[in-house]
Structures are given as C-alpha cells and as structure tokens.
Nanobody
Framework: QVHLVESGGGLVQAGGSLRLSCAAS????????MGWFRQAPGKEREFVAR????????SYADSVKGRFTISRDNAKNTVYLQMNSLKPEDTAVYYC??????????????????WGQGTQVTVSS
C-alpha cells in the first residue's frame, strides 16, 4: 500500500508556472506507475499525465502536451508535475495516483488504486 500527499498548488496568473509534488510513503515507490489527474468545478476528474516506474516513458493529455512535464525521483519517493504557460482552464484540484500496472487504459480513473487528497491550482486571467 502507498500513501500519497500532494503539495505545491496555489494561485498564479495566466502564463505563469507551478510545480506540483506528490510524496509517497513506503519503500516500494519505484514499483508504481504514477499519474496526475485534475477535477475542475462541475466537471469529471480527467487524466493529465502518467510516468512509468523508472521514468523513461511518459504520457500526456492533449490539453497539456508541450506545457506540462511529469517526472519522478525514486530516491525521494516523489513525483512532480511542472506546469508552464498556465491557462485559466487549467484551474482545478490536482490529484496524484498510483498503480502497479502499466496499462493501455492509463487515462482512466479505475486504472489507479491509490489517490492523494488533492491540491488546488487556480489560474487567474
């Protein structure tokens, strides 16, 4: 089992940057595929990015491709989401998630077993 805690959210102007962090408990962090999702008010939770166990493979939603970068430091049990060129439509609660499986359905909520509590990101226009 893994416990996830996000941090780094806040208020930023459009065009600005933020880096989110997700710290994981336990000694098996490197065995988990990690993902970031987000949920805007009144909308469903949606996939943002995913990174493989060692960090060599990443996947992104089309809406963030070229602006967001997911990375991980297995020595620190932490996954990051660097968000650049932020837009008001990026406003949401951002969640990190973990799964043992590297599956083709990585963009689906049901593919992940563990979730953090979320961190709020607000982008003003």
């Amino acid at each position: 089992q893994v416990h996830l805690v996000e941090s780094g959210g806040g208020l930023v102007q459009a065009g600005g940057s933020l880096r989110l962090s997700c710290a994981a408990s336990g000694r098996t962090f490197s065995r988990y595929v990690m993902g970031w999702f987000r949920q805007a008010p009144g909308k469903e939770r949606e996939f943002v990015a995913r990174i493989s166990w060692g960090g060599a493979a990443t996947s992104y939603a089309d809406s963030v491709k070229g602006r967001f970068t997911i990375s991980r430091d297995n020595a620190k049990n932490t996954v990051y989401l660097q968000m650049n060129s932020l837009k008001p439509e990026d406003t949401a609660v951002y969640y990190c998630a973990a799964t043992r499986d590297y599956s083709d359905t990585y963009y689906e909520i049901r593919s992940y077993n563990y979730w953090g509590q979320g961190t709020q990101v607000t982008v003003s226009s």
